[in-house]
């Protein structure tokens, strides 16, 4: 059974930075490819970011590009969303999740086999 634990939401101001972790067993993480989803509060939940098994490609939603980035480390089995540039709009349960594939598909939340149970992030204005 693969289980993914999210870590590292809390409250930040505007402007201010995250690493959000998510580690992961049961397992060979490193052929997955991961993606990272969001839920604001009201509103459906949506893609944030993706990234191949080894890290070498990625993809992002048009609302974080240039100021999220993902990243992973397969020897720690660990998935990383450093988030910087926060804004209040990025208020929500981040939930990351692992697909059985090493590419990264499209971003669609039913392409992915394995979720975490989110950790919320608040950022203040």
């Known amino acids: 059974q693969v289980q993914l634990v999210e870590s590292g939401g809390g409250l930040v101001q505007a402007g201010g930075s995250l690493r959000l972790s998510c580690a992961i067993s049961g397992r060979t993480f490193s052929s997955y490819a991961m993606g990272w989803f969001r839920q604001a509060p009201g509103k459906e939940r949506e893609f944030v970011a993706a990234?191949?098994?080894?890290?070498?490609?990625?993809y992002y939603a048009d609302s974080v590009k240039g100021r999220f980035a993902i990243s992973r480390d397969n020897y720690e089995d660990t998935g990383y969303l450093h988030m910087s540039s926060l804004k209040p709009e990025d208020t929500a349960v981040y939930y990351c999740?692992?697909?059985?594939?090493?590419?990264?598909?499209?971003?669609?939340?039913?392409?992915?086999?394995?979720w975490g149970q989110g950790t919320r992030v608040t950022v203040s204005s």
């Open positions: 999740a692992a697909r059985r594939y090493g590419s990264i598909g499209v971003g669609k939340e039913d392409e992915y086999h394995y």
């Open positions: 990234c191949t098994w080894n890290g070498a490609a990625t």
